[in-house]
């Protein structure tokens, strides 16, 4: 990426409010280092709740709890032996650790679910057991904004398979996203299927309200496709039909603070057939707010950015 720094943004208030005012914005140099603090021993405390349609199995559902992240010391993958383990608290009884391999346990558990022709590999590769009881999705957490092997460059954050040489399980942010609408495209679990992808797209700016405060954000949106589902009979082999499903939605991080909120939905398209799911309607819908962090920044709003940075404000 040719970066121009003499007209790039850095990614702070000032360049926030600047950028969300300006029709055609210069180029953004994205701050990795503000957008998302990784000190040893960082903490975030989320408020989460879902809601799960009524069409799906142990629906209608919905649920409020308190999930953490936070760091703790170091963790190794194959060829990278000093990442940050960024370690996910959900307060659910049910809720798997990530597999050996280090994907996300949310993913692998919602892989289960939206893949039923994976669940064997799954079951072979992962924490999760075969049968009808690993098979009933009775939680949900968050895709989106989840713990890992972590690893925060000048280039990029992302979470690694810890025994897949050089094998990102996700990306979260990339400095080559220097306008709004630029993207990046990461192939998940590529060992077991070809057609997992995340699309990560740089949205925008916005002032976003949370428990802890008012913060004025980056706005990242995230879509995890599936790919393609063949459903079959619990008596045999016999096809039933197919389908896509999807999660989409958005992680809102604040300069000196990281993430502060994420919105994610899981949804069923190109159905066919009687698989038992509803197309084009929300299937899950998931949302963390932060309530605290031992991040020290202090909130601001859109009214105080602007009076102080904008043309003709205080100085």
Same mark, same amino acid.
């Given at each position: 990426m040719n970066l121009k720094l003499a007209t790039a943004t850095l990614l702070t208030?000032?360049?926030?409010?600047a950028t969300a005012a300006t029709a055609s914005p210069p180029d953004i140099?994205?701050?990795?280092?503000?957008?998302?603090?990784?000190?040893?021993?960082?903490?975030?405390?989320?408020?989460?709740?879902?809601?799960?349609?009524?069409?799906?199995?142990?629906?209608?559902?919905?649920s409020t709890t308190t999930v953490g992240l936070h760091f703790n010391g170091t963790i190794s993958a194959v060829g990278k032996p000093d990442l940050q383990n960024l370690v996910e608290e959900v307060p659910v009884a049910a809720a798997p650790a990530p597999g050996p391999q280090g994907t996300s346990g949310s993913l692998l558990r919602t892989l289960w679910t939206v893949r039923p022709d994976l669940r064997p590999a799954l079951a072979a590769g992962t924490s999760l057991n075969a049968g009808p009881?690993? /098979?009933?999705? #009775?939680w949900w957490e968050s895709i989106l904004l989840h713990g890992g092997a972590f690893e925060l460059t000048t280039d990029e954050i992302a979470?690694?398979?810890?025994?897949?040489?050089?094998?990102?399980?996700?990306?979260?942010?990339?400095?080559?996203?220097?306008?709004?609408?630029?993207?990046?495209?990461?192939?998940?679990?590529? #060992?077991?299927?070809?057609?997992?992808? !995340?699309?990560?797209?740089?949205?925008?700016?916005?002032?976003?309200? &949370?428990p802890a405060g008012t913060y004025t954000c980056l706005r990242m949106d995230y879509l995890v496709d599936y790919g393609? /589902?063949?459903?079959?009979?619990?008596?045999?082999?016999?096809? !039933?039909?197919?389908?896509?499903?999807?999660?989409?939605?958005? &992680?809102f991080y604040a300069p000196g603070i990281g993430p502060v909120r994420s919105e994610e939905e899981?949804?069923?398209?190109?159905? &066919?057939?009687s698989c038992g799911v509803v197309p084009d309607? &929300?299937?899950?819908?998931?949302?963390?707010e932060l309530t605290s962090s031992t991040v020290p920044a202090k909130p601001t709003t859109w009214g105080r950015i602007k009076s102080r940075y904008l043309p003709g404000g205080a100085p």
């Open positions: 208030a000032s360049a926030l409010a140099l994205l701050d990795l280092e503000q957008l998302w603090p990784h000190q040893d021993g960082d903490y975030w405390e989320y408020q989460q709740s879902y809601q799960l349609a009524a069409w799906m199995e142990t629906g209608p559902d919905t009881a690993a /098979a009933q999705q #009775d979470t690694w398979r810890t025994s897949l040489a050089m094998g990102k399980s996700w990306l979260f942010l990339a400095s080559s996203l220097t306008q709004v609408g630029d993207s990046f495209q990461l192939q998940l679990i590529p #060992d077991l299927a070809p057609d997992v992808y !995340l699309t990560g797209t740089l949205a925008g700016f916005e002032s976003v309200t &949370v393609h /589902a063949v459903c079959t009979s619990s008596t045999g082999p016999d096809s !039933l039909g197919s389908f896509r499903a999807e999660t989409a939605g958005s &992680v899981l949804t069923y398209h190109e159905v &066919v057939g309607e &929300v299937a899950v819908h998931v949302v963390l």
